[in-house]
């Protein structure tokens, strides 16, 4: 069906609103904005549903969150009907515009489909989700978020039994499902108060809470650091879910010196003081730094509006430093794996493709095995049941992604900042104690194992027009890998659609034992990783860059360089 079809339909359907239908009426005679509404529907990336509110198929509304749910609904009754009905499905909500609606239109299709619905009483975090699928014994879980998207975003995001975001068989099942559904009229829906009489919708909430923060406190390496509670820490949970829950961790585990940034502690879907509230971005963190200088304080910490994501500021002497994803999770693994206690002989640390090659440095040198996946933390939660069913060999340390996300523990599946932020909060605390500092503890580790450097270059390309020409560039990266970028000679291409790794130089292929992914990675004889990758939940493509060199100069300079001559190559 094309877009004019489509606009058509939802004019004339019963399930649309009056007052969606007149904004679908005010565009009649705006071919351009209907091809972008309709021209596609919302799709499951690697984090689920997500894109701008909005009235169509391609915009985030209530009529595609239920056209998911209907589909989630309709393959879970097919896996297994009887546990759908019995176990039901766990589900949060987080600050952003429409997700409290959302949340409920969610329950209320699962309701009309007998399947019981598990929902938080108020916002809660995604890792809290992920915990609470598995504590509430539910076949499934949505989390209605769009992370550290823009303030005109919003998300759905799918989990599975294990609490982690669904991968295949049951991604493909659920998707399928979903596009099966023609019209809107396909989908059940009863009333909340229908719902509620049936007891197809329970309220969750301060149980769960508790539950957590308590196994969250388990995770803890040291307990007893010198003057902890006077270490002073700076946190912002940027308008969103992060607020209760860190205050209250930090609080319960001896940090009494924590100073919230009191614009931003409230949830506001707005977003007043960032717009962007994305922790990977230093702007964030103004009013953080200014009540850190205020206070005395060395160290801030922000939280995505769903609180799976945390960046750090720290001072670096009398000047102020944002470790990148990966260091900060470089800096998280060497901490465990230096003070952690009877570490098992097959301990394992996972991580993503795109994700810095020192990494492997840094597990050697400890003696722990080094798993890589697709990106998407979906990913790093199947390897963890993979280790836990025994379908692979190791005990699950520490995960971590580039894009500031990382689970220490196996209490959730998925990226959880609010036990980042306790662990990150306990090492900057032991590192004072012993006259360190994370900047001088960072530096220590380029010392030891040399200095690594990670870049990225992020491409907007909206719209079809933009999905056309990502999909051009990949194609042709494909089809004509560059032979040499910057003077030295690529080695080896992998292609993760094709699942196909070729040494360039020898013509020897080999297979890549992964999902198939539209990612493209080159790496030269230098060490130098570089990938391509379309965003799976913005209309991005993003180029990942990983250099190595003697030094922080020579790294620095080597970086440019890089990005440079790349950037050259795809124009």
Same mark, same amino acid.
């Given at each position: 069906?094309?877009?004019?079809?489509?606009?058509?339909?939802?004019?004339?359907?019963?399930?649309?609103?009056?007052?969606?239908?007149?904004?679908?009426?005010?565009?009649?005679?705006?071919?351009?904005?209907?091809?972008?509404?309709?021209?596609?529907?919302?799709?499951?990336?690697?984090?689920?549903?997500?894109?701008?509110?909005?009235?169509?198929?391609?915009?985030?509304?209530?009529?595609?969150?239920?056209?998911?749910? &209907?589909?989630?609904?309709?393959?879970?009754?097919?896996?297994?009907?009887?546990?759908?009905?019995?176990?039901?499905?766990?589900?949060?909500?987080?600050?952003?515009?429409?997700?409290?609606?959302?949340?409920?239109?969610?329950?209320?299709?699962?309701?009309?489909?007998?399947?019981?619905?598990?929902?938080?009483?108020?916002?809660?975090?995604?890792?809290?989700?992920?915990?609470?699928?598995?504590?509430?014994?539910?076949?499934?879980? #949505?989390?209605?978020?769009?992370?550290?998207?823009? /303030?005109?975003?919003?998300?759905?995001?799918?989990?599975?039994?294990?609490?982690? &975001?669904?991968?295949?068989?049951?991604?493909?099942?659920?998707?399928?499902?979903?596009?099966?559904?023609?019209?809107?009229?396909?989908?059940?829906?009863?009333?909340?108060?229908?719902?509620?009489?049936?007891?197809?919708?329970?309220?969750?909430?301060?149980?769960?809470?508790?539950?957590?923060?308590?196994?969250?406190?388990?995770?803890?390496?040291?307990?007893?650091?010198?003057?902890?509670?006077?270490?002073?820490?700076?946190?912002?949970?940027?308008?969103?879910?992060?607020?209760?829950?860190?205050?209250?961790?930090?609080?319960?585990?001896?940090?009494?010196?924590?100073?919230?940034?009191?614009?931003?502690?409230?949830?506001?879907?707005?977003?007043?003081?960032?717009?962007?509230?994305?922790?990977?971005?230093?702007?964030?963190?103004?009013?953080?730094?200014?009540?850190?200088?205020?206070?005395?304080?060395? /160290?801030?910490?922000?939280?995505?509006?769903?609180?799976?994501?945390?960046?750090?500021?720290?001072?670096?002497?009398?000047?102020?430093?944002?470790?990148?994803?990966?260091?900060?999770?470089?800096?998280?693994?060497?901490?465990?794996?230096?003070?952690?206690?009877?570490?098992?002989?097959?301990?394992?640390?996972?991580?993503? #493709?795109?994700?810095?090659?020192?990494?492997?440095?840094?597990?050697?040198?400890?003696? #722990?095995? #080094?798993?890589?996946?697709?990106?998407?933390?979906?990913?790093?939660?199947?390897?963890?049941?993979?280790?836990?069913?025994?379908?692979?060999?190791?005990?699950?340390?520490?995960?971590?992604?580039?894009?500031?996300?990382?689970?220490?523990?196996?209490?959730?599946?998925?990226?959880?900042?609010?036990?980042?932020?306790?662990?990150?909060?306990?090492?900057?605390?032991?590192?004072?104690?012993?006259?360190?500092?994370?900047?001088?503890?960072?530096?220590?580790?380029?010392?030891?194992?040399?200095?690594?450097?990670?870049?990225?270059?992020?491409?907007?390309?909206?719209?079809?027009?933009?999905?056309?020409?990502?999909?051009?560039?990949?194609?042709?990266?494909?089809?004509?890998?560059?032979?040499?970028?910057?003077?030295?000679?690529?080695?080896?291409?992998?292609?993760?659609?094709?699942?196909?790794?070729?040494?360039?130089?020898?013509g020897e292929k080999s297979t890549i034992n992964l999902p198939k992914s539209d990612v493209i990675q080159v790496i030269l004889e230098d060490g130098t990783h570089i990938t391509a990758r379309p965003s799976g939940t913005e209309p991005k493509i993003k180029y990942y860059f990983g250099v190595n060199a003697k030094d922080k100069k020579s790294v620095e300079e080597k970086m440019e360089a890089m990005k440079k001559a790349f950037t050259e190559i795809v124009k």
């Amino acid at each position: 069906m094309d877009y004019k079809m489509k606009y058509e339909q939802w004019l004339n359907s019963t399930a649309i609103d009056d007052a969606d239908k007149k904004d679908l009426l005010s565009i009649k005679d705006n071919d351009s904005e209907i091809e972008e509404r309709f021209y596609t529907d919302l799709a499951f990336g690697t984090g689920g549903m997500r894109g701008i509110r909005g009235v169509g198929t391609n915009r985030m509304n209530k009529y595609m969150i239920r056209k998911a749910t &209907q589909g989630l609904a309709n393959y879970m009754l097919k896996v297994d009907k009887e546990k759908a009905i019995k176990c039901g499905v766990a589900i949060a909500y987080d600050c952003r515009i429409g997700s409290t609606e959302y949340a409920l239109n969610t329950a209320l299709v699962l309701a009309a489909n007998g399947i019981k619905a598990y929902l938080f009483e108020s916002l809660r975090s995604t890792p809290e989700l992920s915990f609470a699928v598995r504590e509430t014994g539910s076949l499934a879980g #949505v989390v209605v978020t769009a992370s550290h998207n823009p /303030v005109e975003y919003n998300g759905y995001k799918v989990y599975w039994d294990d609490g982690a &975001q669904i991968v295949e068989p049951h991604a493909d099942g659920v998707v399928a499902e979903v596009n099966a559904i023609e019209d809107l009229s396909e989908i059940k829906l009863i009333s909340e108060e229908e719902a509620r009489n049936k007891g197809l919708i329970i309220d969750i909430g301060a149980e769960i809470d508790n539950k957590y923060i308590e196994t969250i406190k388990k995770e803890v390496i040291r307990k007893d650091i010198a003057d902890k509670e006077n270490f002073k820490i700076v946190y912002s949970p940027l308008h969103g879910t992060g607020k209760r829950p860190v205050q209250r961790v930090l609080k319960e585990m001896g940090f009494n010196s924590v100073f919230t940034v009191k614009e931003q502690a409230e949830p506001d879907g707005n977003f007043p003081t960032v717009g962007y509230a994305n922790p990977e971005e230093p702007a964030v963190f103004k009013l953080a730094i200014s009540l850190a200088d205020e206070v005395g304080a060395t /160290v801030c910490m922000a939280n995505d509006p769903d609180a799976d994501r945390i960046g750090i500021a720290v001072k670096d002497g009398n000047t102020w430093i944002y470790p990148n994803g990966n260091q900060v999770g470089l800096l998280l693994m060497n901490y465990i794996l230096e003070n952690k206690k009877d570490i098992p002989a097959n301990g394992a640390v996972i991580s993503t #493709v795109v994700s810095t090659p020192m990494l492997e440095t840094v597990a050697k040198a400890h003696n #722990v095995k #080094v798993f890589r996946t697709l990106t998407g933390f979906k990913y790093i939660g199947e390897k963890i049941r993979e280790f836990e069913t025994n379908a692979l060999d190791g005990t699950y340390l520490f995960g971590f992604e580039e894009s500031y996300g990382y689970l220490i523990g196996t209490h959730a599946r998925d990226k959880d900042a609010i036990v980042s932020t306790l662990i990150i909060a306990e090492m900057a605390a032991y590192y004072a104690s012993i006259g360190s500092d994370i900047a001088s503890e960072l530096k220590k580790m380029y010392d030891k194992y040399g200095w690594y450097k990670e870049g990225i270059i992020s491409v907007t390309m909206s719209g079809k027009e933009g999905a056309e020409k990502i999909k051009n560039i990949m194609n042709t990266l494909r089809a004509n890998p560059p032979k040499e970028i910057n003077g030295i000679k690529a080695t080896i291409l992998k292609d993760f659609d094709l699942q196909v790794e070729t040494n360039i130089l020898n013509g020897e292929k080999s297979t890549i034992n992964l999902p198939k992914s539209d990612v493209i990675q080159v790496i030269l004889e230098d060490g130098t990783h570089i990938t391509a990758r379309p965003s799976g939940t913005e209309p991005k493509i993003k180029y990942y860059f990983g250099v190595n060199a003697k030094d922080k100069k020579s790294v620095e300079e080597k970086m440019e360089a890089m990005k440079k001559a790349f950037t050259e190559i795809v124009k």
